[in-house]
């Protein structure tokens, strides 16, 4: 069964910058649609950045021209450079497949953007 553990999030000041990483228990990650996801309080999930496995990547409106999903060389570990962050961006964040279902959730990491 594939594990997630997500990591990198903490407590930032509107106007920061936080990197989020996710390791996979396969080594074979680069074959997978994969997907950054997030929850906030009280809202539903919701996919914020995807990457292909030719490296295509797509972004929610909200975060394009902030943040970037990208891979290691190693194909096992999912990033997000979030630049520019924003009150509204606080949520646990999560990684998981970005189609065909879902792995099992990880704990997530939690984003706090605040002053």
């Known amino acids: 069964q594939v594990q997630l553990v997500e990591s990198g999030g903490g407590l930032v000041q509107p106007g920061g910058s936080l990197r989020l990483s996710c390791a996979a228990s396969?080594?074979?990650?680069?074959?997978?649609?994969m997907g950054w996801y997030r929850q906030a309080p009280g809202k539903q999930r919701e996919m914020v950045a995807s990457?292909?496995?030719?490296?295509?990547?797509h972004y929610v409106d909200s975060v394009k021209g902030r943040f970037t999903i990208s891979r290691d060389n190693a194909k096992t570990t999912v990033y997000l450079q979030m630049n520019s962050l924003k009150v509204e961006d606080t949520a646990v964040y999560y990684c998981?497949?970005?189609?065909?279902?879902?792995?099992?959730w990880g704990q997530g990491t939690q984003v706090t953007v605040s002053s």
């Open positions: 396969r080594a074979d990650l680069n074959v997978y649609f």
């Open positions: 998981n497949l970005a189609s065909g279902g879902f792995w099992p």
């Open positions: 990457i292909s496995r030719g490296g295509i990547t």
